[in-house]
């Protein structure tokens, strides 16, 4: 099966502009996560969909991040405008969603963001 | 979600068992023993889970002790290719808005020829 997609893979701004990344999950995978990994840390949680409908956005700092999934399959995360700390890989992830106990959540390979 | 102690890093020989420890003291009965790994310039892949009972699959056996306060993720023949960030992370069984992933900082395991 393919895997989560996700584009582009490097980005490069200045800070206070705008960046957008995009994701296709697996086909028929229901939930789809996004996930910020500074250098030297693990991934963190930013934003959980299910279907269309946000679950946990409790770690997204909203005054400069959005995300939606308007059609309860690809995604697309905004920044606007970003800072020298937004510097970080952005992945996405997908799994089948609630129902299906356990299911293994499956990466992207990640958008990597540099700020200048 | 309990937390993991892991060692930061760890070698091992080409060929031999790698066997990577995780501690999670503070597990409770309906937190799963997760690993996922994370090779340079990649995002993290999924390699095993369990919840009391040793589990084995084509990628790497999970070892968890009878008291479930900590477990050893082995790959019975490691090689060069499975050096990577290997991550131990528990969390409750599957339910809408429990799924999230908390990650630590991991053991960087290099394979060494």
């Known amino acids: 099966e393919a895997g989560v997609a996700q584009s582009p893979r490097y980005k490069i701004i200045e800070k206070r502009q705008s960046v957008a990344f995009w994701c296709n999950p697996i086909s028929g995978h229901a939930t789809l996560y996004w996930y910020q990994q500074i250098l030297g840390q693990g991934p963190k949680l930013l934003i959980q969909f299910q279907n269309n409908g946000v679950v946990d956005d409790s770690q997204l700092p909203k005054d400069r991040f959005s995300a939606e999934r308007l059609k309860g399959v690809d995604s697309t995360l905004k920044i606007q405008p970003a800072k020298l700390e937004d510097s970080a890989v952005y992945l996405c992830a997908s799994s089948l969603g609630t129902g299906h106990s356990n299911q293994p959540q499956h990466f992207g390979d990640g958008t990597r963001l540099s700020i200048l | ?113």
């Open chain 2, 1 to 113: 979600d309990a937390k993991t102690t892991q060692p930061p890093s760890m070698d091992c020989a080409e060929g031999r068992a790698a066997n990577l420890p995780c501690n999670h003291s503070t597990i409770s009965g309906n937190e799963y023993v997760y690993w996922y790994r994370q090779i340079h310039s990649q995002g993290p892949q999924y390699i095993i889970h369990g919840l009391k009972n040793n589990e084995t699959n084509e990628m790497a056996s999970l070892i968890i002790t009878e008291d479930r306060k900590s477990s050893t993720l082995i790959l019975p023949h490691a090689t060069l290719r499975d050096t990577a960030v290997y991550y131990c992370i528990v969390r409750v069984a599957v339910e809408l808005g429990n799924e999230k992933l908390t990650f630590g900082t991991g053991t960087r395991l290099t394979i060494i020829p």
